[in-house]
């Protein structure tokens, strides 16, 4: 039996020819003036507690005396559900109003609401309308307001009104533009898409209308597909992952937005595009989600619908250029770090200007000397000043395989009582050390103190925590970030010392070519090595008198012996990296990020294994992540040897994997292949192939799927960002909106297509090689491009609250007048409705 909703009077109205001409030829929903000014005054009165004047829409419209019930609670909260359309009402509004009514009957007494439901388009000019704290609009398309309705509904939200769009709310009032802003954005067409089964990634954790969502919710619905993609000008809650659906010739990529919310022309917006089966409002999720959204939009509850509109962040350089010949500015970009006073610390690898000299020939004492510099950035001075350097062999260098070189001064940290102790961890490699016959050198971790008097770093202060031999005839992969967990364990980033030629840009793991007998083109004898300290992350406890101890649940214990004796280092907490140039430890769950580049190849080979993987982890536990063995979800290489490392042999097996490199003086049996959490390749985000009976990838490049299509490389070079935690008590004007909570930010050294990202992760499989659940992108808020950020190198979230950025610079192995030190600000305000708005007293917190 037909369900009969309560229903206001109601006088519908047809849709004449001579109405749509009319429509057409007026200016799209903008019906300004005194009229409107008087109506938007009334309601303004109601809504927010007063006694309203009489005004008129029109010469046709009723007296405005509008009359609210004032807070507190939720028992005198109404909801106008208008079902109108131009054409056949929707087989939906039934459903709809029963769903809305009983949402509005069930749940805390705080939070109830009572319901009316009409197809009378005429109570927008109506006194009606101000009874009402927000308005549905459950209507199919077409035109279904005239001018004076629809200039009544602008002034409602002007006044402070709610309005929720549900489904083909968005095909309503095709020619107002005004209506348009108010939905955010327009179906690509006209036809109803068939019902699917999809997966909804719900992306804020905060809102009303999505909190208590399954990260990944899967239901079935027509999925619209948008003229323009409202991302960035409206706040997306939530997205549909197309690839799992059959999205059609309107689909819109991996950014397709199907819940948003918008703070508008005075009063709040929220639009869904789910709800396009009767079956959907019967959901008790999709009710859920409704409910979180009546209740932002009858000012019941606050949320931020501002955190992801672009226009909302403002991002500013806060460095100058090096005046010429000094480095008084910012040397070669290379790291930051940011202390708790705000001031912003960043240390230059050791490039020169572009142009200046450099020493080439190893028989030259002065072979490869850089200098490493150290600058701070003050907030209360708006300056830069260098307060540092170290001579380091880290310039640009030639001779044998050494055209270029990438050790010098490649990593900073500061104490976690750095504002008392005035510590300084520098990750570097000093010149002095350098074996010009062998071509090796030491790279270290010291600890310096920041003279409090002179404001400089005081070198005779040196206390070497840490060193270890590298080979430096060929480049490169020296790695370089290094960051704090909760229990005072610093995690230091080394590359594979290892060079990127000799193997075809696949595995790495050429073990012909050495010099002096040093291997350079065989990463089985640093990553892959458990004796050896490149290529890892490794984590020590430092001391107060400058030494360190090893914490328990590192990867090895150090003590683990096999015929010859020792074989492992108790340092190491992570092997099998590449070149992990940047690491980050979330302080709320101490799980390790990070983030390293990959090799050359720029397709996959069926011979050889994957191409180049760019690759970030969430490491909550020591383990191996692969490298040279593996890549990516435990994809293999293939294994090479003497006497002809041209000759592939087997795969290697990323469950037992074995080092059997003529250049491993660790264990031969390795600890089993932890999967990352996204790897990227030239052809996109997470790579995965079918595999045949022994679990080896076909690795044909037509079998390729793109499990992460957010994602895309070519030159890439992945640089791992911090995780943010928004802080209350922070009093800042420009500190990111607490939406950002929790997420990992991911980026990569190259603008233009590659990632720059916040991403979710599934605490039920981080650390378990589970792919991230949501990506935010954000473009338009970290710039990229002319005058943008074109060269991501670091980026860490300050005291403050806002986000401070390192761009490289134009060249390579040098600084030049784009290498400088941003910062990324926010601007868009509270979360709606204030709390003076609320209704209810006990409704103040922020959601």
Not at 317 to 338: A, F, K, S, W, Y
Not at 709 to 720: E, F, N, R
Not at 793 to 799: I, L, Q
């Amino acid at each position: 039996m037909r369900h009969t909703p309560r229903r206001l009077p109601s006088t519908r109205r047809g849709t004449s020819t001579l109405h749509l001409g009319r429509r057409l030829g007026r200016r799209s929903a903008r019906r300004r003036g005194a009229v409107a000014v008087l109506a938007a005054g009334a309601v303004t009165a109601t809504l927010l507690g007063g006694t309203p004047a009489a005004a008129r829409l029109g010469p046709d419209a009723v007296a405005a005396e509008l009359r609210l019930p004032s807070p507190p609670g939720g028992k005198n909260v109404r909801v106008l559900v208008f079902h109108a359309s131009a054409g056949e009402e929707p087989p939906t509004v039934n459903a709809g109003i029963e769903a809305v009514e009983r949402i509005g009957r069930t749940g805390p007494a705080a939070e109830r609401f009572r319901v009316d439901a009409t197809d009378d388009a005429s109570v927008f000019t109506s006194r009606k309308l101000g009874r009402y704290n927000a308005v549905v609009f459950l209507t199919g398309g077409g035109d279904v307001l005239d001018p004076e309705q629809e200039a009544g509904l602008e002034s409602y939200l002007e006044a402070g009104g709610g309005f929720l769009g549900i489904h083909d709310a968005a095909r309503a009032e095709p020619y107002s533009s005004w209506f348009t802003g108010l939905i955010g954005a327009r179906p690509a067409s006209d036809e109803p898409g068939k019902v699917q089964r999809a997966v909804v990634e719900v992306g804020d954790r905060l809102h009303p209308a999505t909190r208590n969502l399954p990260l990944e919710w899967k239901r079935s619905d027509e999925w619209i597909g948008w003229e323009t993609n409202p991302s960035g000008e409206v706040h997306t809650v939530a997205r549909v992952r197309e690839t799992s659906y059959e999205p059609g010739e309107n689909a819109g990529g991996w950014d397709h937005p199907v819940s948003w919310c918008r703070d508008y022309d005075g009063g709040r917006s929220f639009y869904t595009a789910m709800g396009g089966t009767a079956s959907a409002f019967r959901e008790t999720d999709f009710r859920a989600h409704l409910r979180g959204a009546l209740l932002w939009t009858t000012r019941l509850a606050r949320a931020d619908c501002k955190a992801t509109i672009t226009a909302n962040y403002q991002a500013e350089r806060l460095t100058r250029p090096n005046r010429p010949g000094r480095t008084d500015q910012i040397g070669e970009p290379h790291g930051l770090v940011t202390a708790p006073d705000g001031r912003v610390f960043s240390i230059g690898r050791g490039g020169g200007a572009p142009g200046d000299p450099v020493v080439t020939d190893w028989d030259d004492p002065e072979i490869g000397k850089g200098e490493g510099t150290v600058h701070v950035w003050d907030p209360e001075t708006e300056e830069a000043t260098l307060v540092g350097t170290l001579e380091v062999f880290g310039n640009k260098g030639g001779g044998g395989e050494l055209t270029k070189n990438e050790e010098g001064l490649v990593g900073i940290e500061l104490d976690p009582d750095f504002l008392d102790n005035g510590w300084i961890y520098l990750h570097w490699t000093p010149h002095s050390e350098i074996d010009r016959e062998e071509h090796t050198a030491l790279r270290r971790v010291s600890r310096f103190t920041l003279d409090p008097e002179t404001g400089r770093l005081d070198l005779s202060s040196e206390k070497v925590l840490l060193e270890w031999p590298v080979q430096i005839h060929s480049c490169c992969h020296a790695g370089g970030g290094m960051a704090w967990d909760s229990r005072g364990n610093l995690y230091i980033a080394t590359g594979d010392n290892n060079s990127s030629g000799f193997s075809d840009g696949y595995s790495g793991n050429n073990p012909e070519p050495n010099f002096e007998g040093h291997a350079f083109a065989d990463a089985r004898r640093t990553s892959g090595n458990t004796n050896n300290l490149n290529g890892k992350i490794l984590r020590i406890h430092p001391e107060d008198d400058g030494t360190y101890t090893i914490p328990e649940g590192n990867l090895f214990t150090g003590e683990e012996q096999a015929e010859g004796g020792g074989k492992t280092r108790g340092e190491i907490y992570v092997m099998g990296v590449r070149n992990p140039a940047r690491i980050f430890v979330d302080p709320e769950t101490d799980i390790l990020h990070a983030g390293w580049v990959g090799p050359d190849a720029s397709t996959p080979s069926p011979v050889w294994g994957p191409a180049k993987y760019d690759t970030f982890a969430a490491i909550t536990e020591a383990g191996n992540h692969g490298w040279p063995f593996c890549m990516g979800n435990k994809q293999p290489y293939r294994d090479r040897n003497l006497p002809d490392p041209s000759k592939p042999l087997g795969w290697y097996d990323c469950d037992h994997p074995k080092n059997e490199s003529p250049h491993n003086d660790g264990l031969v049996n390795l600890p089993p292949v932890t999967s990352n959490t996204i790897w990227y390749s030239p052809q996109g985000g997470a790579p995965d192939f079918p595999r045949n009976a022994d679990g080896v990838p076909s690795y044909e490049l037509a079998d390729q799927e793109l499990l992460l299509p957010w994602l895309k490389g070519g030159a890439q070079a992945a640089m791992t960002g911090p995780v943010y935690r928004h802080d209350e008590a922070v009093d800042s004007d420009h500190k990111w909106p607490e939406y950002w909570d929790g997420k990992w930010f991911v980026g990569d050294f190259y603008d233009g297509e590659q990632p720059r990202h916040a991403i979710l992760t599934d605490p039920k499989t981080v650390g378990e090689g589970g792919l991230p659940v949501h990506a935010e992108s954000l473009d338009g808020i970290v710039p990229a491009g002319q005058g943008g950020i074109r060269n991501l190198m670091d980026w860490r979230f300050g005291p403050d609250g806002a986000l401070y950025l390192l761009d490289y610079g134009r060249g390579f192995f040098t600084y030049d007048d784009a290498s400088a030190l941003w910062r990324v600000t926010y601007h868009g305000g509270e979360a709606t409705p204030l709390p003076k708005d609320l209704i209810g007293t006990e409704k103040g917190a922020k959601r």
